[in-house]
């Protein structure tokens, strides 16, 4: 059975199996007329994992954050994320449909033996930041266009199967491999080394003085989790710093040089995604959603929520209705 993604936490289970760990996901988000313009949307929290990602965009825009750097995706884009990189995504048009993939695996798919020399040359210096690999796979670049087909090719031996018959769920479901794609392991795991070669091929060396600071990272990965876990409370700046042993002022310096949004910009956006999700699916009143979700004010509330979304919570709650209306 697919398993749930830890929102904001690093993701600790492995993706596939032992025997296999590559994971598959697909996510559907519908279009959503009441979130005017360009009005950005959380689609996939702030999360890191040890393991290598592909992101792919199969339908709608949206822009991916890594580490702070933003990448906007077309349709039939994709990114490469590195092991331990901070990422999510935000959409930037509700009007039409958004479609993405994650095809997540460990690097122990490409080598079997962390002491060969695949893992020595290749992998380990993608982990450890001295090869970076370029980020974007865009359809324009034949090399990229290549990487882009064979991610297709594996994507299209997994099958969906939404939570709960709900294409719309949100839940990231992963995906499975078909039961008549012969010989399936083989020609993905061929395709993943096909398409690491490649991007090994046109990746960038760079110089341990360059290398991102790692230790800040993890401190702002422990500030991101300290947020999704008391995004309810009255929360000050220095509560925040606090909660990983910096100064406010540094503080607020590297969590804006890590994920490109400042402490308290990243806090009310993850607030507003939870209001979001309740008004989706309770019943409760928009002043239960603002005090759950840690605003004081309901006015307050409401101006944050239109600034972010383009509609009041009212309006969100009933377009949402009209889309997905409730059981009888």
């Known amino acids: 059975m697919a398993k749930k993604r830890r ?57 991916v954050v890594i580490d702070g750097a933003e990448h906007a995706l077309s349709p039939g884009d994709a990114v490469f994320i590195p092991p331990n990189a901070t990422h999510g995504a935000f959409r930037t048009t509700s009007s039409q449909e958004t479609v993405f993939y994650a095809v997540v695996f460990s690097p122990a798919l490409l080598s079997g033996n962390a002491a060969d020399a695949i893992n020595e040359k290749y992998i380990t210096p993608v982990i450890n930041g001295e090869l970076v690999i370029e980020p974007v796979m865009r359809r324009d670049v034949p090399w990229q266009s290549e990487v882009l087909d064979l991610l297709v090719d594996i994507m299209a031996l997994y099958d969906y199967t939404p939570y709960d018959n709900d294409p719309y769920s949100g839940l990231y479901p992963e995906l499975f491999l078909r039961d008549d794609a012969e010989c399936a392991e083989l020609f993905i795991k061929s395709s993943l080394i096909m398409i690491f070669y490649k991007c090994i091929m046109h990746a960038e060396r760079v110089r341990a003085g360059s290398r991102i600071d790692r230790e800040n990272h993890d401190r702002i990965r422990r500030a991101i989790e300290f947020i999704h876990s008391h995004y ?97």
Not at 292 to 297: A, I, L, M, P
């Open 232 to 328: 309810g409370e009255q929360l000050t700046l220095g509560d925040l710093a606090a909660s990983v042993y910096m100064s406010r002022e540094y503080f607020s310096h590297i969590f804006r040089r890590c994920t490109g949004v400042s402490p308290f910009a990243y806090l009310n956006g993850y607030r507003i995604r939870r209001s979001m999700e309740l008004l989706e699916v309770t019943d409760m009143t928009v002043t239960e959603i603002a005090s759950s979700c840690g605003f004081n004010q309901v006015s307050y509330f409401n101006r944050k929520f239109s600034g972010a979304a383009g509609c009041t919570p009212t309006e969100y709650r009933r377009c949402r209705e009209k889309i997905n209306p409730p059981e009888a």
């Open 7 to 63: 929102d904001g936490e690093y993701e600790s289970y492995t993706h596939g199996d032992e025997r296999f760990p590559i994971g598959i996901h697909k996510t559907i988000f519908p279009p959503n007329p009441a979130v005017r313009g360009s009005a950005a949307y959380q689609i996939l929290y702030t999360h890191w994992h040890s393991e290598f990602e592909f992101f792919y965009l199969s339908r709608g825009e949206c822009t």
